[in-house]
């Protein structure tokens, strides 16, 4: 994960707990009472297929999928009812510490608000944050919400939504400030990752 992103996006595609019981997909969410956390290239093809294909004219730098289960990584989304969340996320690097990723969220009981509370969450409570914003979005016609934050000098935006097919997308996009130099340019880059994903009816 590219630095600038990695405070407060990469939760949100999951973590790998080392005490925990290896990895299986296919595999329950817990094992001897201990919840499976995990992520791999080709964990889930048919959550990776609804991640698009191409950002900026190509393909991402990374792509895979995994699952959450512990509360550690599914935070906010316990209280609401969540114990398990399956993932697929596609990282693009635009810079040394820039990049955009892409991703879809299916669980059971899984919401585009549930899951906008979580990355609202983790935007407040991360370190060295600080000019917060939520709005209100409409993205290809399906309502979504949006936070926008300074972190540690770069500008950072998660943009979450919901689907006819049941999945929730996320579009996560951080500029460094010397290197995108304009607001302007880190908004172009809001408006291509949303772009990027067809129609979810």
Not at 40 to 57: I, K, N, R, S
Not at 144 to 170: C, F, I, K, P
Not at 180 to 187: F, G, L, N
């Amino acid at each position: 994960m590219l630095p600038i992103l990695a405070a407060l996006f990469v939760s949100g595609l999951g973590a790998c707990t080392g005490a925990a019981p290896s990895f299986d997909p296919a595999g329950p969410c817990v094992v001897h009472d201990r919840p499976v956390d995990g992520r791999a290239a080709g964990a889930y093809p048919e959550l990776e297929a609804l991640v698009p294909a191409t950002f900026d004219g190509r393909g991402p730098n990374r792509l895979d999928s995994g699952r959450n289960c512990s509360e550690r990584n599914l935070g906010t989304m316990v209280a609401r009812g969540i114990r398990e969340v399956r993932f697929a996320g596609g990282l693009w690097e635009v810079g040394q510490r820039s990049g955009v990723s892409l991703a879809v969220f299916r669980g059971e009981g899984l919401s585009a608000p549930i899951l906008f509370e979580f990355y609202e969450t983790g935007a407040r409570t991360a370190p060295k944050t600080d000019a917060i914003e939520t709005t209100d979005v409409s993205v290809g016609g399906i309502s979504g919400r949006r936070v926008d934050t300074l972190n540690d000098e770069s500008y950072q935006t998660v943009v979450v939504w919901g689907g006819g097919d049941g999945a929730v997308r996320v579009a996560l996009v951080g500029s460094d400030v010397r290197e995108t130099q304009a607001r302007a340019v880190h908004e172009s880059r809001v408006t291509a990752a949303l772009a990027a994903f067809p129609a979810a009816r």
